[in-house]
Nanobody, 119 residues
Framework: VQLQASGGGLVQAGGSLRLSCAAS????????MGWYRQVPGEERELVAD???????NYADSVKGRFTISRDNAKNMVYLQMSSLKPEDTAHYYC??????????????WGQGTLVTVSS
C-alpha cells in the first residue's frame, strides 16, 4: 500500500494549510489513518488520527486548530491546519494501517511533506 502526501509549503504564522494523503494499492480495509510530524533531531510525534472512521485523536498542541478528516470513497485523509504557529514547522507524514487480505495486515508511511511556518 502506497501513501502519497501533498499540501505542504511555506505559510505565515496565523495562516492555514491543508495536507492531503492518498492511499493506493491492493487492500480490503484501512482502519487507521493519521498524521505525524517530525523535526530534525526529535522523535516523530502523533498530530492527529482517525480510528475506524469514528474516533479521532489530537495532540494537545494542535487541539482546536487542526482537523483531521477522511474520505473513504477516495481513500484519502486530510489535515486542515489553521492558526499555524512557528512551532508547527516540521515534516508531516501520513500513516495508514489495515488489511491487505483477511490474514495479512499492513502499515504504511507516506514520504513526508514539509510545512514551514514563518513568524
Amino acid at each position: 500500500v502506497q501513501l502519497q502526501a501533498s499540501g505542504g509549503g511555506l505559510v505565515q504564522a496565523g495562516g492555514s494549510l491543508r495536507l492531503s494523503c492518498a492511499a493506493s494499492g491492493s487492500f480490503i480495509s484501512i482502519n487507521h489513518m493519521g498524521w505525524y510530524r517530525q523535526v530534525p533531531g526529535e522523535e516523530r510525534e502523533l498530530v492527529a488520527d482517525i480510528i475506524n472512521d469514528s474516533s479521532t485523536n489530537y495532540a494537545d498542541s494542535v487541539k482546536g486548530r487542526f482537523t483531521i478528516s477522511r474520505d473513504n470513497a477516495k481513500n484519502m485523509v486530510y489535515l486542515q491546519m489553521s492558526s499555524l504557529k512557528p512551532e508547527d514547522t516540521a515534516h508531516y507524514y501520513c500513516h495508514a494501517a489495515g488489511r491487505i487480505t483477511r490474514w495479512a495486515p499492513f502499515t504504511s508511511w507516506g514520504q513526508g511533506t514539509l510545512v514551514t511556518v514563518s513568524s
